[in-house]
């Protein structure tokens, strides 16, 4: 694998504030996680599922790999800043207990940043050096990471919830999970082969074959599902019923439908246009409901997402100290 650290990309990874653990994982500030304790404003996965924002550690340990190159995509993909490596392979033999480590250590250099702001919420600052959820989200593909389950496991021996986000690209990755996350994700961005191969631009050509292996795949879960939409004004708005028929195949407990954000490098792909209004979400959501059966049952416009379930309400999985 050609070293992907150029100067140019590592300056840019660390203007955008990543903190670099190991070989290829990172912890990242969520902008919620500042927003929790400096200004009393949880994000959506609070309001939607009981996390607490400013107790959430956002990593990944496939910093650089991914199956996929995402027109809409936040991370760094080869080419990016003249830099040029082997997406489909994870080099990273870090181990779990090196990268657990590794994210407390950064989640914690990132809170004590907070120390000399006085709009601080000083419980939740002390709450937040105990980080009680993790979301395997930030970049890159996850299930690249060979140890995946174990990393998993060791999460929750440490007392965390889980939430992992997939592509779906590996399904023989995810049914050999030696550990079920807490709530597992599934992004679906596309509702044709023909619009998925354009938005999120896999680099196998079966790739769209093993997404739907991985939608049949779900059921088989005993942990909440999520298939996550993220809407690109122009790209992958259309065609309603072809994501219908998807979801009808994957029986998923959750639907999320989310707004592209123009930030990270997808401003390299795509301009600020592109990102559809909380009134477009909400149309497309209404339109994916009536022909589902699903319903909205709830909504956060600051992040442009709503919710679907045939639950009345969504299942509170986090934890939360007496």
């Given at each position: 694998?050609?070293?992907?650290?150029?100067?140019?990309?590592?300056?840019?990874?660390?203007?955008?504030?990543?903190?670099?653990?190991?070989?290829?994982?990172?912890?990242?500030?969520?902008?919620?996680?500042?927003?929790?304790?400096?200004?009393?404003?949880?994000?959506?996965?609070?309001?939607?599922?009981?996390?607490?924002?400013?107790?959430?550690?956002?990593?990944?340990?496939?910093?650089?790999?991914?199956?996929q190159q995402c027109l809409f995509c936040w991370r760094a993909?080869?080419?990016?800043?003249?830099?040029?490596?082997?997406?489909?392979?994870?080099?990273?033999?870090?181990?779990p207990e090196q990268i657990v480590e590794g994210c407390f250590?950064?989640?914690?250099?990132?809170?004590?940043?907070?120390?000399?702001?006085?709009?601080?919420?000083?419980?939740?600052?002390?709450?937040?050096?105990?980080?009680?959820?993790?979301?395997i989200s930030l970049t890159g593909e996850p299930t690249l990471y060979e140890p995946l389950g174990d990393l998993l496991r060791l999460f929750h021996q440490k007392g965390l919830t889980t939430f992992l986000v997939t592509n779906g690209n590996l399904p023989q990755k995810l049914s050999k999970l030696s550990q079920e996350p807490t709530q597992l994700y599934v992004s679906l961005c596309g509702p044709s082969e023909e619009i998925y191969k354009k938005i999120c631009r896999p680099q196998f050509p079966a790739a769209w074959k093993k997404l739907n292996e991985t939608l049949e795949l779900l059921q088989n879960f005993r942990c909440p599902t999520v298939t996550r939409m993220t809407l690109v004004k122009g790209h992958n708005m259309a065609e309603v019923e072809g994501y219908a028929k998807l979801i009808e195949k994957a029986q998923p407990i959750y639907i999320e439908a989310k707004a592209y954000m123009h930030i990270g490098f997808s401003n390299l792909r795509l301009g600020f246009d592109r990102m559809p209004l909380h009134s477009e979400v909400q149309e497309f959501a209404q339109s994916l409901a009536d022909q589902t059966g699903y319903r909205i049952i709830n909504e956060a416009p600051e992040s442009r997402v709503v919710l679907l379930s045939r639950l009345e309400k969504p299942l509170q999985v986090g934890r939360r100290e007496p």
């Open positions: 694998m050609q070293e992907p650290l150029s100067f140019s990309l590592l300056s840019a990874l660390k203007k955008q504030k990543y903190h670099l653990i190991g070989v290829n994982s990172a912890v990242k500030r969520c902008k919620w996680l500042y927003e929790s304790i400096v200004n009393n404003r949880p994000c959506y996965k609070q309001k939607f599922y009981g996390i607490q924002s400013h107790r959430c550690i956002q990593m990944t340990p496939s910093l650089y790999s991914c199956t993909q080869s080419g990016d800043m003249d830099a040029h490596w082997d997406e489909m392979h994870n080099p990273n033999k870090d181990t250590k950064a989640q914690e250099r990132i809170i004590s940043g907070y120390k000399g702001n006085e709009k601080t919420d000083w419980r939740k600052f002390q709450e937040a050096l105990r980080p009680n959820q993790v979301a």
